[in-house]
T-cell receptor, first 112, second 111 residues
């Protein structure tokens, strides 16, 4: 079975703090994605990566950055957290041929 | 115009009912299609892929209509446990597959 692990499940951070969300997958997938999900807005793509050290902006990259130094790990970084970044963050992985993607369990971030 | 559109619902149906959802997509070059299920406060999980010829998995049937650019999900003999949000996913090709999600359709199955 594919395993996508988001180590931080529930976080509470203060405005202005730097926040790291880590995602690790064990299936050697090329593609990795970060989404955020908010009520009424669905899943919105923040960033994705299709190879080590490669990254592409999604639909809402402002206020976020990412890092992919190893194939299995894709990190989402909030340089200076703001209250409007309170959300559920979902990491996903997939092969590069348009097949199924798999999600981690999600990270619930509250910025106060 | 949103690339992938779904009726948010909720669809409120009794146990045993048959219910169908549609999802329209705007990019005619879309290559692959899926239905995901998401329970409250959980991650989305693959329900089924959608093939051109249509496909069935138990009580669930998925159809693709490329000419009209929509996919559908039919659930027969609804169970209480089918209550969830159903997300339509379309993969847009062009070098790197980028899954695009609809906002989901909420299904509530009641006794």
């Amino acid at each position: 079975d594919v395993k996508v692990t988001q180590s931080s499940r529930y976080l509470v951070k203060r405005t202005g703090e730097k926040v790291f969300l880590e995602c690790v997958q064990d299936m050697d997938h090329e593609n990795m994605f970060w989404y955020r999900q908010d009520p009424g807005l669905g899943l919105r793509l923040i960033y994705f990566s299709y190879d080590v050290k490669m990254k592409e902006k999604g639909d809402i990259p402002e206020g976020y950055s990412v890092s992919r130094e190893k194939k299995e790990r894709f990190s989402l970084i909030l340089e200076s957290a703001s209250t409007n970044q309170t959300s559920m963050y979902l990491c996903a992985t997939g092969t590069g041929d348009g097949n199924t993607i798999y999600f981690g369990e999600g990270s619930w971030l509250t910025v106060v | 115009r949103k690339e992938v559109e779904q009726d948010p619902g909720p669809f409120n149906v009794p146990e045993g009912a048959t219910v169908a959802f549609n999802c329209t997509y705007s990019n005619s070059a879309s290559q692959s299609f899926f239905w995901y299920r998401q329970d409250c406060r959980k991650e989305p999980k693959l329900l089924m892929s959608v093939y051109s010829s249509g496909n069935e998995d138990g009580r669930f049937t998925a159809q693709l209509n490329r000419a009209s650019q929509y996919i559908s999900l039919l659930i027969r003999d609804s169970k209480l446990s089918d209550s969830a949000t159903y997300l339509c996913v379309v993969n847009l090709s062009g070098g790197s597959y980028i899954p695009t999600f609809g906002r989901g359709t909420s299904l509530i199955v009641h006794p």
